[in-house]
């Protein structure tokens, strides 16, 4: 009975490389959302995912990040040429599809991967 | 955007005692969250509140949704040093589509005296 699944629990990239970040959502879970928190932050949305389409990355810095979610395997962060500003936890979350139009579905959220950008 | 200000930032008390932290919004929320934070984990739903109004408990933890849909509650009673961790309130702003957009306060750290 996994939960989110989320790897590596640790990243450490010199300013320059890139970060990927894994994801894979609870069993029957078809929706993936990304959060970022800064220290002694709450978390911050990033962008709302499906299988193989982007549905809300409102929150997501247009530069240098991407997020995708493929048919197959698990939700990827990309972070390129990493700066020391991008040093946080990522978090992932899943959810089941909507059903009721206006309430909130809970999502139910990964360990995260601390990224530390040296 | 949307802000959520969580108080107190920090509290430090004695096992036992009763514990009492709110959030407030300077816009309606249409549902409330709190979560607990472990160190080194993901957040963990505590409570969920879709009305206001609704008082909701769970255990030890009871969590209000204020009248005015800017506010809400969530307090532990007879604390416990497992209930040491980072709280957050959180919630989908009233925004007539995107209910899945969080919006997290910054966190009460609370940490239980044996």
């Known amino acids: 009975n996994a939960g989110v699944m989320q790897n590596p629990r640790h990243l450490v990239r010199r300013r320059g490389q890139e970060a990927r970040l894994r994801c894979s959502p609870m069993?029957?879970?078809?929706?993936v959302y990304w959060y970022r928190q800064l220290p002694e932050e709450g978390l911050k949305f990033m962008v709302y995912?499906?299988?193989?389409?982007?549905?809300?990355e409102s929150g997501m810095p247009k530069e240098r990040f991407s997020a995708e979610f493929p048919k197959e395997g698990p939700s990827i962060l990309r972070i390129q040429q990493v700066v020391r500003g991008d040093s946080a936890a990522y978090f992932c979350a899943s959810s089941h599809k909507y059903r009721r139009a206006g309430r909130y579905n809970e999502q139910f959220f990964g360990p995260g991967t601390r990224l530390t950008v040296l | 955007g949307q802000q959520l200000n969580q108080s107190p930032q920090s509290m430090f008390i004695q096992e036992g005692e009763d514990v009492s932290m709110n959030c407030t919004s300077s816009?309606?929320?249409?549902?409330w969250l709190w979560y607990k934070q472990d160190p080194g984990e993901g957040p963990v739903l505590l409570i969920a509140l879709y009305k206001a109004g609704e008082l909701t408990s769970n255990g030890r933890l009871t969590a209000q949704f204020g009248i005015t849909r800017k506010d809400s509650f969530l307090n532990i009673s007879a604390s416990i040093p497992s209930d040491v961790g980072i709280y957050f309130c959180?919630?989908?702003?009233?925004?007539?589509?995107?209910?899945?957009?969080?919006?997290f306060g910054k966190g009460t750290l609370l940490t239980v005296n044996p």
């Open positions: 816009s309606i929320f249409n549902t």
């Open positions: 995912l499906q299988k193989e389409n982007i549905i809300d």
């Open positions: 069993k029957g879970h078809s929706h």
């Open positions: 959180a919630g989908p702003p009233y925004s007539g589509g995107s209910n899945y957009k969080l919006t």
